[in-house]
């Protein structure tokens, strides 16, 4: 076993450690430190050498990482005054300060360490035989595992390089993503600016022009009034489309609780006319009716499925009292062709009009400005709640058109 190493000792072998990956300077170390006798001793003592290789220096350079009994053998002829450089204890000062910076000493001034001239060539081949030769098993074995061991740390080194550089690269695409998305935000912000300067440039042009035209204050002046009389007027319109909207959104509101409401009244069985007597006042109407010279013709309008069921009631009893009926139930979306034929209807087939509640409040206010310029004609709103609603209304709408003879 090898006896404890000093202060230098222990500096001077881990800077042939660290210089054992670049064998040129632990070469120029050598030679600096060592005489060409010592190197040649210490050489033979490595075993076999490698081919090639023709200084001792290099030799051990080469040898020394795998092997400790060579590294020893080295270490006490750096501490033989007769083997070792006059300048060894600078160099130990500067190991204690860091091998590290010997390393970039050697590359980038080697002449700082010349080579040692062996002062007495004769005296080395007495000292040959003081360093026993190496075993040539255990330098390879040992330089094996220290390959070995140097792939093994390279290996593990160049895995968690790898998984660092993974890292790196997920974090840059996230990177990349953000700054494309920043890139597309800002893009389109300035295609939105450029799109108002090109507006604001079109309408400073207009207005330049304008003011071109007007060549006094009074012109300015009078174009300024006519602009402001057409912002009035498309104010007044935009107020009146606000108040038939209104309009409209109120009737539709009641249309759909009036339509709910005859959806859920119950279904009602209309006896016939022909089975049963008449009342008193409906025999006096009759009578007047066939009197009358001209027939009655009255149309019913409103109403849905349920009301409509009634029609055929309706014939029969018109067919019963003596005048002529239509029915036609209520258009909720498309009124506005309904107030069409029904203007023609009433300047042409009808004398009277029933208006049954189950119509929009719209078209019953359109249908009694139609009625009041048809001569007249007799406009009633019967609040349908079954059959027997509408024969009242029948009733007083006959007895109206009777009285105006």
């Not at 498309?234 to 108040?243: D, H, P, S, T, V």
Request: hydrophobic letters at 35%.
């Amino acid at each position: 076993m090898s006896p404890p190493l000093d202060k230098d000792g222990l500096a001077l072998e881990s800077a042939f450690l660290y210089l054992s990956r670049r064998p040129e300077g632990l070469t120029r170390l050598f030679q600096h430190l060592l005489t060409p006798a010592a190197q040649k001793e210490l050489a033979q003592a490595t075993g076999r050498q490698k081919s090639g290789v023709t200084q001792p220096a290099r030799h051990l350079a080469n040898a020394i990482p795998g092997l400790v009994k060579l590294r020893n053998l080295v270490l006490e002829a750096t501490q033989d005054p007769a083997k070792q450089s006059p300048h060894a204890d600078c160099l130990f000062g500067n190991l204690e300060e860091g091998w590290q910076n010997l390393a970039e000493q050697l590359k980038q001034n080697p002449e700082d360490f010349p080579a040692l001239e062996d002062p007495n060539p004769t005296d080395s081949s007495k000292n040959e035989a003081k360093f026993p030769q190496a075993d040539s098993k255990e330098i390879t074995r040992s330089a094996e595992q220290k390959r070995l061991e140097g792939l093994l740390d390279e290996k593990v080194n160049l895995q968690s390089r790898l998984k660092e550089a993974a890292r790196e690269k997920t974090h840059l695409e996230e990177a990349l993503n953000q700054e494309r998305l920043r890139r597309e935000e800002v893009k389109s912000l300035l295609e939105e600016a450029l799109s108002q300067v090109r507006e604001e440039k079109i309408r400073a042009t207009l207005l330049k022009k304008r003011l071109e035209e007007f060549s006094s204050a009074s012109e300015r002046e009078s174009a300024l009034a006519e602009a402001a009389q057409e912002a009035r007027h498309i104010a007044q319109l935009a107020q009146q489309k606000l108040e038939l909207l209104e309009d409209e959104r109120d009737d539709l509101r009641a249309v759909l609780e009036d339509h709910d409401r005859f959806l859920n009244l119950p279904k009602e069985d209309v006896p016939s006319f022909r089975d049963r007597p008449l009342l008193d006042k409906e025999i006096r109407l009759k009578e007047t009716i066939s009197r009358h010279q001209k027939p009655l013709r009255i149309l019913v309008v409103g109403g849905g499925e349920p009301q409509y069921k009634h029609r055929g009631k309706l014939d029969e009893y018109a067919q019963v009292m003596g005048f002529q009926a239509d029915w036609r139930m209520a258009e909720y979306v498309s009124w506005h062709r309904e107030v069409k034929a029904l203007k023609r209807d009433m300047e042409e087939r009808a004398d009277a009009l029933i208006i049954l509640h189950w119509n929009r409040t719209t078209f019953t206010r359109k249908a009694r400005e139609i009625c009041n310029r048809a001569n007249q004609s007799p406009c009633i709103t019967c609040h349908y709640e079954g059959f027997t609603s509408l024969r009242e209304s029948l009733q007083l709408c006959l007895g109206q058109l009777l009285r105006r003879g």
